[in-house]
């Protein structure tokens, strides 16, 4: 079974600080990692992912993203945040292969202030 | 240009009714999922489609709920018989044979 946890449901930064959004997963096989972005009323868009290649994942909008084994960590980070990057985050694993079933974490809100 | 198209983007049922939510991939894909996420929760995995047959399903995905492909086209999720706890997001999802699936931008339903 799979699992992720998002730890902190709401982040809040300043527009220009770094941003950073931790995901920790459990997978009994090596995991394929995803962060999704959700803007309000519209649907899941691709961030990165991480597919067994390199550690470090870079992805749209200026995120990207490091897979710790060790730390079964994920953490997705921006150096400076924009207030076009307030949306909702998601974190997701899945065991890869042809079957690419999607577990979610359940979220976490960014809030970027001006 | 989306991966994925979703019909209706919004829909409104009485409670007892059946819905019919609709995918429409742009091009060729081979697998298909549903998920829904319940307003303030998580996104959950409802199904996954391949070959024409249901390859994976969670608990939530009980009689009530079907899928299937009448076209070869469209991908169709059908509620029999919706309760008001169905109401929620439910995004349709593409893949091939890489490891990204494309998700839709989702069909609010809400159920009165």
């Known amino acids: 079974a799979q699992s992720v946890t998002q730890l902190g449901s709401h982040v809040s930064v300043s527009e220009g600080a770094l941003v950073l959004l931790r995901c920790n997963y459990s997978?009994?096989?090596?995991?394929?990692l995803f962060w999704y972005v959700q803007y309000p009323n519209q649907g899941l868009q691709l961030l990165l992912k991480?597919?067994?290649?390199?550690?470090l994942v870079k992805g749209i909008n200026g995120f990207e993203a490091e897979f710790k084994k060790s730390e079964t960590s994920f953490h997705l980070t921006k150096p400076s945040a924009h207030m076009s990057d307030a949306a909702e985050y998601f974190c997701?694993?899945?065991?890869?292969?042809?079957?690419?079933?999607?577990?979610f974490g359940k979220g976490t809100l960014l809030t970027v202030n001006p | 240009e989306p991966e994925v198209t979703q019909t209706p983007s919004h829909q409104v049922t009485q409670m007892g009714q059946e819905v019919i939510l609709r995918c429409v991939p742009i091009?060729?894909?081979?697998?298909f999922y549903w998920y829904r996420q319940i307003l303030g929760q998580k996104v959950e995995f409802l199904v996954s489609f391949y070959n024409n047959e249901i390859s994976e399903k969670s608990e939530i995905f009980d009689d009530q709920f079907s899928v299937e492909r009448p076209d070869g086209s469209n991908f169709t999720l059908k509620i029999r018989s919706t309760k008001l706890e169905d109401s929620a997001m439910y995004f349709c999802?593409?893949?091939?044979?890489?490891?990204?699936?494309?998700f839709g931008q989702g069909t609010r339903l809400t159920v009165v």
């Open positions: 991480y597919t067994s290649a390199a550690t």
């Open positions: 997978s009994s096989v090596p995991p394929y």
């Open positions: 999802a593409i893949s091939d044979r890489s490891t990204e699936a494309f």
């Open positions: 091009s060729n894909h081979l697998y």
């Open positions: 997701a694993v899945t065991r890869g292969g042809s079957n690419y079933k999607l577990t």
